[in-house]
């Protein structure tokens, strides 16, 4: 039988983490070494391991996935870097690639779909969820929105509506069912996008725009 494809699954919500190593770990040519819990861990156990590639959340504590992408990239080339996240901002896309990511894929992907994906990383392929990729290249292809919120995805938009009527990140979780640092996230994209400080300014923006009809 060939060589086992050896990898590190790095994700800090211990139940989805099983749920990826458990999938991975069912193909007879993947062999799951290593799981980390942060961007730290995972920087240290590819370093210690060399695995043939780490499937990494984007949003960890402890140095989170995209600067744990540019450590590793850095440090050690061999291992390919496969980020599985809730993100589908573009920004987050462009950024990890930047870093030295080789793919980028959404947690809502079925188990074969991740497999393709690992094996693909390994092979010297770039990968990115073919959804994805269609909506990031029809909007770098259009010319720039004048209107900022047009820039917003559907699950910013429903959390900029909700800030907008004075719910917490705490309450936001709850109710679009989302971890409160995932709101957190998603927060800090949407301030970036439409040019505010904070999500106070946010909130105004967004009632001024409802108000006039927007």
């Not at 994700?11 to 942060?38: K, M, N, T």
């Not at 870093?99 to 992907?109: D, S």
Request: proline fraction near 4%; charge should be negative.
């Amino acid at each position: 039988m060939a060589e086992r494809l050896r990898v590190v699954v790095a994700d800090d919500h211990p139940l989805f983490r099983e749920g990826v190593v458990h999938s991975l770990s069912l193909e007879e040519d993947i062999e799951v070494v290593a799981e980390a819990a942060s961007g730290t861990e995972a920087v240290r156990l590819v370093l210690e391991l060399v695995p043939d590639v780490v499937v990494m959340d984007l949003t960890m504590p402890q140095g989170g996935g995209i600067e744990a992408t540019r450590q590793i990239a850095a440090s050690t080339p061999a291992t390919a870097v496969l980020i599985l996240t809730v993100s589908e901002d573009r920004d987050d896309l462009l950024e990890v690639l930047k870093v030295g990511a080789r793919g980028y894929v959404l947690k809502g992907i079925a188990a074969h779909g991740l497999i393709h994906a690992v094996r693909a990383v390994v092979s010297g392929e770039v990968y990115v969820s073919p959804a994805l990729a269609s909506g990031i290249l029809h909007e770098m292809t259009r010319e720039e929105p004048l209107d900022p919120f047009e820039r917003l995805t559907p699950r910013e938009q429903d959390i900029l509506e909700l800030v907008a009527q004075g719910r917490t990140n705490r309450e936001i979780g709850e109710q679009l069912y989302l971890a409160e640092k995932t709101v957190k996230h998603y927060m800090t994209n949407v301030l970036q996008k439409l040019h505010v400080r904070s999500r106070v300014e946010a909130a105004l923006l967004a009632q001024r725009r409802e108000l006039e009809g927007g």
